[in-house]
């Protein structure tokens, strides 16, 4: 595996779905606090080095609903504002960029390609809640924009400990470099 190089004037950290109600699901094999303070000690170092910090969130009470064979049960009943709101946990600071999509992915239907583009990033660090749904939808949909990503193993997570698995496993070696926590923070000393 190739020692990962960041340029971190042409690099994102893409935080996805780190809001109340999803980092109260469980998930697995990561802890949703594990994936918490792992995002967090990235969007620190990237804050450092003034790299754009960008969370992610879905607007829970106004989701696309589209015609699928099994659609998310969400309730008829509006979610308290709060469930959508970025965990408290997460860190999100001034300065930092808010992200709010309606699907899984975070490019479609947001200005999250304009933002990068108008900053010159080209990579993308990406974490974030769940795995197989807004990390890997961000991921594929991202890299038919042309941006490189990095996926990172142990600040992402999912409700199946088996689709995590597969995703890190079979999916984003072709789409992306996988690493750990250590390996980015690394690569930014």
């Known amino acids: 595996m190739a020692e ?15 809001q109340n109600a999803i980092v109260g699901i469980n998930p697995v094999p990561h802890t949703a606090a594990q994936v918490v303070e ?13 790299a754009p910090v960008v969370y992610v969130r879905v607007d829970l009470n106004d989701v ?22 970025i965990a408290p946990s997460a860190g999100f600071q001034p300065g930092d960029i808010l992200v709010t999509k309606r699907h899984w992915g ?10 990068f583009k108008s900053r010159g990033i080209d990579t993308v660090v990406l974490t974030g809640i769940s795995t197989n749904a807004g990390v890997e939808s961000t991921a594929r949909q991202g890299t038919g924009l042309g941006f490189a ?6 600040a992402c997570s999912s409700q199946n400990a088996e689709h995590h698995r597969f995703a ?17 923070l690394a690569s930014l000393a």
Request: glycine share 2%; hydrophobic share 45%; proline share 6%.
């Open 38 to 50: 792992n995002s967090r000690k990235l969007a620190e170092a990237f804050r450092a080095h003034s």
């Open 4 to 18: 990962l190089r960041l340029d971190l004037k042409k690099t994102a950290l893409v935080l996805i779905d780190l």
């Open 149 to 154: 990503f990095v996926l990172v193993e142990d």
């Open 106 to 115: 975070a490019f479609a239907g947001t200005d999250l390609e304009q933002q």
């Open 64 to 85: 696309m609903k589209l015609p699928v064979d099994q659609p998310i049960n969400l309730s008829d009943t509006p979610l308290p504002a709060a469930a959508s709101e």
């Open 168 to 184: 890190f496993e079979n999916i984003f070696p072709r789409l992306a470099r996988v690493r750990t926590t250590n390996e980015v």
